[in-house]
């Protein structure tokens, strides 16, 4: 069994900062990618940053230069830091991994969500 537990999200107020974190735990043999998704009510589920194994990253236009996607990858985890943060940017936030948990079998994960709220 593989679990993704989220932590970090929370109420601020417009401009502040928020620190995400995203734990996996089980069975893994190997994570090749790790990212955060979000989804705002009435709205679909988006990419919001992605990490590949090597440490490439990827941004949605929406966050670039205000969000920063990392990993330690001793510790299976992944963090999203959050700054300049706006109200369009809140949403529940969703970890994703695609991992290995054995030579054959490897497929996507989900965390439970994690609230964000940025509002004066």
């Known amino acids: 069994q593989v679990q993704l537990v989220e932590s970090g999200g929370g109420l601020v107020q417009p401009g502040g900062s928020l620190r995400l974190s995203c734990a996996a735990s089980?069975?893994?043999?190997?994570?090749?990618?790790m990212g955060w998704y979000r989804q705002a009510p009435g709205k679909q589920r988006e990419l919001v940053a992605n990490?590949?194994?090597?440490?490439?990253?990827s941004y949605a236009d929406s966050v670039k230069g205000r969000f920063t996607i990392s990993r330690d990858n001793a510790k299976n985890t992944v963090y999203l830091q959050m700054n300049s943060l706006k109200p369009e940017d809140t949403a529940v936030y969703y970890c994703?991994?695609?991992?290995?948990?054995?030579?054959?079998?490897?497929?996507?994960?989900w965390g439970q969500g994690t609230q964000v709220t940025v509002s004066s």
């Open positions: 994703n991994a695609y991992l290995a948990t054995t030579m054959q079998t490897s497929r996507a994960y």
């Open positions: 089980g069975s893994i043999l190997s994570i090749y990618a």
């Open positions: 990490i590949i194994g090597g440490g490439s990253t």
